[in-house]
């Protein structure tokens, strides 16, 4: 058997092994397949300068397959178009034509046809072999949560055939991908590995390598062609892209390449805010320098000034001409403001904005349409003609909810804005979505309201809100670290509790769910207290009504707090036994996000042996019954965990009865026999019988004095939410409180007093003292001994999240804050306060409710010590917001 033709070239070793390199290896593939080409065209030619008759018909007499390769022989024949008892002509097209489909099928790294003459007859041997799959990938140099995105991108799937092809596009679009982002200097580099084992399918191991390198950081950004607007001003317009500031904080130098474009963007729109409505980019480039910057090179065409000229409404019957220009508060000779135009008109980034499309879209108009066009700009002077198309009015037909599989469907359809029936409102609509996400049974970042079969012809449309749970009952970590101590809470709460059906064995999943009640069991304990409490609301109380009833009952051993040691002597302490009833209700003036609350509550305080500066009874006993009124506004926009805009106060009075216009005790006669009794006490030449009676007389009389408590309170806290930019959230918040006696004779009460400093012991009251966060010093450590009558407090927070998904809530913060607890009126001065400031995070888990961490920085001296300021607190929190 003689080769006559060998079509590629042959290895001097068939066996050699393969190079490890993947581009050495398919650089010889790419050889291989260009030598098949020069080969042909160069016989091709050699035999059309001999003489295309010599030619010669052959009949095929049989084909064999030979190679590495795991199709069948059958499958690479039909494929390659030749068949046993085919008539060829050697030399001719046939062959090449064979080796070109075989080629183009991009399954072979290797083919070659031998053949073997006998008579008029000719036998062939297509010999190839497979290109290997892909076994096993491995990716460097990146975070492995990015792993599965790479490989998805492109579709490095285990069995994928590997080309050099493929090697080279994953390549690129990786250096691509990660230049946009800002790494300019990203290298990516792929090996492949030949798996050797009994498998006959070649097979290879891939090795990712990624070197981004450092983002480039922007040196310079410099405009040429502008004179209206000054280099600094168009760099401040753009809202991503900034060159190196050191004393810059929030935003970074660092280059992005989408960001950078969006930018440019904002340029222009600067320029049209200011009046230069054909302000154009003409150019802009990117120059590296030497020390690894880059520099933004940017050529403006600013235009000219233009003015708005005459604004005519076509088309409006519902609203009046003037009514109109109210809302767009835009006049004739004001310098022209593209952007301000249109959000006038239609601003997308506020659902609930004062714009003329929102007029409409609010009074029923679901199908309206509002475009202002330009219909003259003689002199630079720019005439408009703002053409409304007002349809009909629209109607809600079908209403309806999807994805709740756990909360009751009436518990859902009693906070629906939107009826079937009633006029469409694109407001109830936001509105609705907000309710919902307040809830907290669902995920408020997947809350979508789905607009469903609108009909201007009919002027009929459906809505379908569509809902995600999430979960509701938590197994609370309420605590903190602080003061050298740890306080907490552990409890089961139950945020979407069916009560009705508490005996129904078949609603144990584990727990009766479904009809937004919350149950909560809880015990507290720290160094300085324990509790035990079971409370109960239902915020639908009759099911007709947003009237929240709530009942609570609790028992508290509290131990005294020994303020210059800062620990609990648990042989002082007194036991408080509490039981509290509640009813709020929504009020729809001024609007419908007030609502009122009241509450009566009674507590029994029995002290032992909790002899202090105010608890002179130390084995006395005290009752406090005491109503409470609040009104509180909250608006804040739908998750109650991230809130992004609104604000949030109230303002509450808690009063007791004024016993002493009454009960006839002499308050006065009792306050003068006290300071005289005092004045024992501070008499260096008093006996130690006189003192002893002197303070047990005081016991006596303070023992009157509150036996029943006699005060009121006053309180108030604001939180307010401000959307800086994307998802960058300032949070400023005050508080303030005051305690107060009706009978100055009668004094000031003991209990209900503010506790100052820390991270504010779970955030809610033990025996009616309120304890009041101020991270960056020890917990109660900014009060006296036996609390302050008043307090203040101002913070500033600044919040980005890092994640909002439905399994957890995580954003970062920092915070500034100050306050300050005084004993009296004499002695408030707001602006001496105690200042912090520091970081933190807060992680939202729907089994555990909010955990965080803060690390403040406490500026001040705390009360009693003589450095000259605290440093650093570190403070865990679990279960409360700040």
Known sequence: MNRLLNIKKENDDLGKQVNNSAKSLYLSAYTKACAIVLVFIA?????????????????????????NTTFSDQTIISYSRLREGKEISVPGEDIAFAIKKLWDSKLFSDIEIYRVFEGDTVYLEIRLSDLPQLNEIKVNGVKKGKIEGIIKDNKLNKGVKVTENLIKTTENFLETKYKKEGFLNTKVHINTIEVKDSIKTPRVNMVLNIDKGEKVKIKDIVFNGNTVLNNKKLRKAMKSTKKINRLRILKR?????????????????????NGYRDARIISDSLIINNDKTISLKIDVNEGN??????????????????????????????????????????????????DIKNQYQNNGYLFSDVNPVEVSADNNVIDLEIRI???????????????????NDHVIYRELRTRPGQLYSKA????????????????????????????????????????????????????????????????????????????????????????????ALRLQASRFYQTYSFSFSEPWLGGKRPVQFSASISHTKQF?????????????????????????????????????????????????????????????????????????????????????????FAVTAKLSIPYSLFNNV??????????????????????????????????????????????????????????????????????????????????????????????????????GRETIALRGYPNQSLSNQDGGTIYNKFSLELRYPITLGASAKIYGLTFIEGGASYNSFRDYNPFNIKRSAGLGVRIFMPAFGLLGIDFGHGFDTIPGDTGTKHGWETHFIIGQQF
């Open 253 to 273: 130098s660092k280059y992005v390449d989408s960001a950078y474009q969006a930018d440019l963007g904002h340029v222009i729109d600067k320029y049209k805010e």
């Open 428 to 519: 109830n609509v936001v509105r609705t979505i907000r309710e919902l996400g307040q809830l907290g049974f669902f995920d408020a970042q997947e809350l979508t309201p789905d607009i469903q079969n609108p009909n201007p012809n009919e002027g009929t449309v459906d809505i379908e809100y569509k809902v995600k749970e999430a979960g509701s009952s938590q197994i609370e970590l309420q605590g903190g670290y602080g003061g050298g101590g740890f306080i907490g809470t552990l409890g089961l709460s139950f945020n979407n509790f069916a009560i009705k059906d508490i005996f129904n064995k078949k609603a144990y999943k584990p727990i009766p769910m479904g009809d937004g009640q919350k149950l």
């Open 305 to 354: 000034l233009y003015t708005f000229g005459d604004i005519k409404f076509i088309g409006n019957t519902v609203y009046s001409d003037q009514f109109l220009n109210r809302i767009l508060r835009i006049k004739k000779g004001d310098t022209y403001n593209g952007v301000l135009l249109e959000k006038r008109i239609e601003d997308p980034s506020k659902p609930d904005a004062i």
């Open 560 to 648: 005294l707090y020994d303020f210059i040691t800062r620990k609990a002597d648990k042989s002082r302490r007194f036991n408080i036994t509490g039981v509290t009833l509640g009813l709020a209700k929504r009020l729809s003036v001024p609007d419908d996000y007030f609502t009122l609350s009241q509450a009566i509550s009674f507590q029994h305080y029995d002290l032992q042996n909790y002899n202090t500066g105010l608890f002179t009874f130390g084995n006395g006993s005290s009752k406090n019954l005491s109503y409470t009124v609040g009104l509180s506004r909250n608006n804040t926009r739908i998750d109650p965990i991230f809130p992004t805009g609104g604000s949030s």
């Open 666 to 767: 002499d308050y006065a006669a009792l306050k003068s026999e006290r300071d005289e009794k005092q004045e024992v006490l501070s008499n260096p030449n008093s006996s130690n019988a006189d003192r002893t009676d002197a303070s047990n007389r005081i016991g006596e009389i303070d023992q009157e004095r509150y036996n029943w408590l006699e005060f009121y309170k006053i309180s108030f806290k604001g939180d307010w939410y401000t959307q800086l930019v994307k998802n960058l959230v300032l949070k400023p918040s005050i508080e303030f409180g005051f305690l107060g006696a009706y009978n100055n004779d009668r004094g000031v009460i003991p209990f209900e007093r503010y506790f100052l400093g820390g991270d504010g012991l779970g955030g809610y009251s033990l025996d």
């Open 43 to 67: 016989s091709f030619n050699c035999l059309q300068a001999q003489n295309i008759s010599n030619s010669k018909k052959y009949t095929i007499g049989g084909i064999t397959v030979s190679g």
């Open 389 to 407: 198309i007002e349809g009909k009015p629209a109607y809600f037909n079908n209403i309806s909810v999807s994805g709740n599989d756990k909360t």
